[in-house]
């Protein structure tokens, strides 16, 4: 069995391979004691935590995933100050679920977290899809995907629906070659370059038995439930806030109905179904106010969300006059 590693010298720095990209620390004594309450608050992580959970409703199983990654990264931080050089983890991931149920919301939160605790030089998120990777033709992807790699080193590349990078309906695919470019930097950069696979948990699958040197490079991965109503309902209300609307009486019972039957129809897209109805939610009350130009409007008149506003969206059946409950 071999002996546990010795605590260098006092005061030594932690060379840079052996740490989180881009941060230096004073080795400290072995007979120091540290505080985790003042290191969370150093830190700052605490503050992207609370604005995670401000941001997503829901999301218990992942939010808490978030926090164990977290928590796992400060503890590490904190050895390395007593000079317990433990290899770096892997921080490649893995998020599954459907569309609007805040993937690319954690990436983000997730890449401001890794700057935070040393780990990433930036902290910023490059978001991209099959196109910005894979050329059309012959000698176009290597420079594409290396290019796209270079802007996204010291932060994270978020490559959504990444099982469209593999392709085997086409012998002229050029997706194989940017797997194999993004294998060798996901290895030889990891020190500097955390990249995040999304898209359909079926999909991703498939994908990773398709290139298991992608799946062994993965060792997070995240499932991102849909949304049940009551959490939609909740979603909408507060993007409408965040805007300064809100729902009256009727239309919130309205917006309710419309999301229990939106959810059963195709290409329904979670929080961002919610967003596409509330936007035009928000051009009709818009219209519907410059319809009555002699009427004097009060402030929070231009604040409230009528029934009316939902009942004319067009993914619902249509309503008659009568059952339209007019603003007063």
Known sequence: MSAAPRPGPRGRRLPKTDRGAGQWAEQLPPEATVNFAAEREASGIDDTLAALDGELVGLGPVKSRIREMAALLLV???RQRFGLLSTRPNLHMCFTGAPGVGK???GLRMAELLQQLGYLDKGHLVAAMRNDLVGEYIGQTAPKTKKLLDQAKGGVLFIDEAYYLHRTDSEKDYGQEAIEILLQVMENERHNLVVILAGYKDRMDAFFE??????????HHLDFANYELEELDSIGRLMLEQEFYYLSQDAGAT???YLARRMRQPRFANARTVRNALERARL????RILADP??????????RIEAVDILTSRDLPPTTESSV????
């Open 325 to 328: 409950r007019k603003p007063s």
């Open 255 to 257: 917006f309710h109905e």
């Open 76 to 78: 590490d931080r904190v």
């Open 104 to 106: 690319t919301t954690v």
């Open 284 to 287: 009709r009350h818009a219209n």
């Open 210 to 219: 398709s290139n298991p040197g992608m799946s062994s490079r993965i060792a």
């Open 294 to 303: 002699d009427r004097t409007w009060s402030r929070d008149d231009l604040m």
